[in-house]
């Protein structure tokens, strides 16, 4: 976390990225700056604080090239709540669609979620006992002042009227057979055996809210809902599961119940604020062509752009959880620009984007380093999925060199989607094998992927010059 005293060192965080992304080494190095000067930021002295602005960064290059990949990690790495959208699905305010802020809105929602997440983890021991108990009182009911003498616990021994009626030896069998059930649950031998529970029930349909003349905004709407939600009774009901799922079910909503959700909202708030990364994925969409009078679709364009100017900038926008000011969030753009340039973007949005860093298109050698090197490589995602079928799959660097070879050729010669289409190719050579197992390839087999086999298989694919066919 950023406030921790703690904090990876730029060339620390350039290693991180290096494990599941290979080259662009100069975007790495620009956000991983960017990332270690939030921290200094929040550690510097507090009358400065508030001056230092985040270095939004604008990211150039085609798409599969490791744009929104290494946007999405730097979020990984700092544990700061992320969003990704698309400039190209925000509309002018005043037209039908989504409008800018709904971008802060989606960041505050994860950021809530993150911090929800982490406060049931805090309290996760204390809610697994509360659990514990309530499976415990359903199985062997205790015995109190008061309990109906018809009252019978799950075991099937009867109970008195009260418990000034049972005799001493009464009290602790009770007991006893508690604590004996309590062990039980805990080491899982009742999990298979059915017991009724109240649940929370999920909530009807929204509450319609109906906008006055002038209309209303999305946070508006959803705090009036989620007010009128509040004021209604909350329904339960129950349901016949085994003690495994009740243990499910009930963990979160014990875990919930420990939870000031006000400190959540506060917590929040604050984690948007000051770590929140916003992507925003296909700038380039939104900027009016070079040449073009001021006319048609070019007019919406701009007019998405001076949407997005004021909360790059730094504005205040209204969400169900409160108000939030976008000053030191930090912004990801990125874009192709194949037929506009970051010149065309308007001058006061440029100016908000001071870090430009080119992507490199994929080579070759990069390619083949995607499918060796990083954790989540697509060669070991495969290996995983065989391992769930007890089947070794393994690719020798030959093969690898040629499936390397073959992406890059077609790439060249129709679209290039970069590393995506490593995904194309992967499938194509596996495609066969992953179904033949496990009716014709069964278990313990072991799978040699090798340069004949890539050849076998991938032949029309690295000659057919008409390979229309292989765009995704």
Known sequence: MLDSAEFLTPAQI??????????QQDAKRHVAIALRNRWRRLHAPADMQREIVPNNILMIGSTGVGKTEIARRLASISGAPFTKVEASKFTE?????????????????????????????EVKVQAAQAVEDIILDILIPPITAGTPAAAKPAVGFPLPTSAGDMPDSDHELNERTRERFREKIRN????????????????????????????MDEASMAGI?????????????????TVAEARKILLDEEAAKLIDMDEVKDEAIRQAE??????????????????????????????????????VEGSAVNTKYGIIHTDHILFIAAGAFHVA???????ELQGRFPIRVELQSLSRNDFFRILKDPKNALTKQYEALLQAENVKLEFDDSALERLAEIAFEVNSEVENIGARRLHTVMSRLLNDILFDVPDVIGANAHILITRELVEERLRDMSRNRDLSQYIL
């Open 14 to 23: 350039v290693a991180e990225l290096d494990k599941y992304i290979i080259g």
């Open 93 to 121: 305010v005043g037209y039908v669609g989504r409008d800018v802020e709904s971008m802060v809105r989606d960041l505050v929602e994860q950021s809530v979620n993150m911090v929800k997440q982490r406060r049931k983890e």
């Open 188 to 215: 899982g031998e009742l999990d298979e055996r059915k017991i009724d529970i109240r649940v929370q029930q999920n909530s009807g349909p929204g509450i319609g809210v109906i906008g006055g003349p002038g209309g």
């Open 225 to 241: 809902q989620d007010m009128l939600g509040s004021m209604l009774p909350k329904k339960t009901r129950k349901r016949k599961v």
């Open 274 to 311: 000051n770590a929140g990364i916003i992507f925003i994925d296909e700038i380039d969409k939104v900027a009016s062509r070079s040449g073009k009078g001021g006319g048609g679709p070019d007019v919406s364009r701009e007019g998405v752009q001076r949407d997005l100017l004021p909360i």
């Open 341 to 347: 340039k970051p010149s065309d973007l308007i001058p």
